[in-house]
């Protein structure tokens, strides 16, 4: 992949996201549609450099750090778009597309080369198990943005975000959406465990901790229904489950022994 | 009164509890703070924990916990939590069952809570009943009894790796046939990502190493000629070569023994014999990096060693999971559960039916 490109990329989501700042103490519209139109030209770029990689490299090119970071930013993007589209929800796209920024800013220095594929990861449940899993981080990643815009709008009751309710709103449909694909993504992996290693479950850490993942938010699907519970508490989950998130997918791979290593 | 002595509103308590969603969520939170903490315990402690993934839970934890109690403590109790949470499941899956007319919408959510059920109860058969073995190694046409399973047999017909020019492994082709009771029950060709399954078996290819087997030799006249054991090299008419023994690695002391130090090439050494017809002509070791022994030479004997004969065997990984159909379907379950919850949910909200609950 050119770094071109890449930084190319970069400078577009920068831009979109300077925008959005931009849009919070100067609020003409075109200044949000405009950013809106610079991440929907991301979008495009970088879905056109994930397919060439893919097509380049005859498999899902999602094997070290560059290229989960690279995917992550890439469904994160995706993430944002869907919620956009839907709520028109604007100022809230500054948190997520900051987010956005330090993956891609964490890709940007790697390595961009396509590695050679392990046998074992040749089928394409592991594609399957990648996509979901990856699309399932973005919307935790979102619901973490919104659970963070909920407690800094109780806070302040400013019109610049959303109001509580639709915050509120879209952090369960993030929620709900996310533990969705997670769980296909730990439905694919345990079959292709099965016919890979010969058992869909391993007491190594890394499936421990996906585990964990989707223990976490299928308690916070049912914890919406405990009306205490509903709103702050809800936001505050929603910051603590993409902490486990994070450090099942980053910490686990660069901080211990695991047989989901980053490099 | 209810059924037998038990009052009937405190069954109907017990039934609350069984269906609450308060017990699902401290269940569930104390079996993730549990892991969370064990997780850690297993990284700093591999000498425990490392046999966990290579043997059934059933194996593993009473050997553990009769090693380190305190540091395996964490297994079974969250194991515990994670049963009850199961069974809460199941008790809300009942009484969702019971009144599926007015709430077949959640028909998706509860799918995934029945695959949640099934995966438990699998993972518990096989954790218990079932067993995780290898690697086993198996030579070409070589035969093995699969452990723990009474008249299985496991025969190696072929076996092919496949290897890049550069030297990296791509695959690993058995040939394999599987026996029980002496009847042939199923023969198939695995490699990686597709392995042999057949009643809760499991049967994949893990590795492969090569042995040395003999020697290669050129012999002016003849061309090559491999020599491993049990080679007979006719000479002439009436004078044979026999190959008793083939070391990779061997010494010969000042007494004149000869000793094998290694398995890997280093200095090879064959043990000869030339049979005459009137009984051994000569007899001793030949010692590759050496010149030819002096009996050969005067039967006329020209040998050129050139390579190593190498045999190649198939190391296979052997497991057994009675609960893996079972865990299927949880998955299956699971699957079309999540699809159904995806479009019950944005209909729920296009209708305005309290898509939250």
Sequence with gaps: MSKTLLYLLFTIYLMATSGYLLHIFWRRSFVAKASFVLIVAGVILQTALLGHRWWAAGYLPVTNLFATLFFFSWALALTYLYFELRYRIRATGLFVMLLNLVLLGGALPRDTTVSLLIPALDTPLFSLHIIFSFVGYAFFAMAFSIGVLYLCQAQLSTELLPDLPTLRKINEEAIFLGFGLFTLCMVAGSIWAHIAWGHWFSWNIKSVWSVLVWMFYAGMCHAKFIRRWQGGVYAWLSIAGFGVVLFTYLGIGLLLESNHPLE | ?357
């Design chain 2, 1 to 357: 009164m209810g059924s037998g002595k038990w009052p009937k509103p405190f069954l109907l308590k017990l039934w609350a509890l069984g269906c609450s969603l308060k017990l699902a969520i401290a269940l569930a939170s104390a079996a993730t703070l549990l892991i969370m903490g064990g997780s850690l315990v297993m990284h700093y402690n591999p000498a425990i924990f490392s046999g966990m993934e290579q043997e059934i839970m059933g194996q593993w934890l009473p050997q553990a916990w009769s090693r380190a109690p305190l540091l395996v403590f964490w297994v079974p109790l969250s194991g515990l939590c994670i049963l009850l949470f199961a069974l809460n499941t199941l008790c809300c899956l009942i009484d969702w069952l019971t009144m599926l007319r007015v709430r077949w919408r959640k028909t998706g959510e509860y799918l995934v809570h029945a695959g949640f059920v099934l995966l438990t109860v699998a993972y518990l058969w096989g954790n218990l009943s079932g067993f995780r073995s290898g690697p086993h190694r198996l030579a070409p046409g070589d035969r093995m009894s699969i452990p723990n399973m009474p008249g299985y047999l496991l025969q190696l017909e072929e076996f092919t790796p496949q290897i890049e020019p550069g030297g990296r492994p791509l695959d690993m082709i058995n040939k394999l046939v599987l026996w029980k009771n002496g009847r042939q029950v199923l023969q198939k060709t695995i490699r990686i990502n597709h392995p042999l399954i057949y009643d809760g078996l499991v049967i994949l290819p893990s590795s492969y190493g090569q042995d040395i087997q003999g020697f290669r030799f050129h012999m002016p006249g003849t061309g090559f000629v491999d020599l491993a054991p049990g080679s007979r090299l006719p000479i002439s008419s009436d004078v044979t070569l026999v190959v008793h023994r083939f070391l990779a690695d061997a010494r010969q002391d000042r007494q004149g023994r000869v000793m094998e130090i290694g398995s890997r090439l280093n200095n090879p050494a064959l043990q000869l014999s030339l049979l005459g017809p009137s009984g051994t002509i000569w007899q001793g070791w030949y010692f590759l990096r050496r010149q030819l022994p002096e009996g050969m030479v005067k039967a006329g004997i020209e040998l050129r060693p050139v390579e190593p004969v190498l045999t190649t065997f198939s190391l296979l990984t052997i497991n057994r999971d009675p609960g893996d159909k079972m865990a299927l379907t949880g998955g299956f379950c699971i699957t079309v559960g999540v699809i159904f919850a995806f479009f019950s949910f944005y209909r729920k909200r296009r209708i305005s039916d309290r898509p939250e609950i």
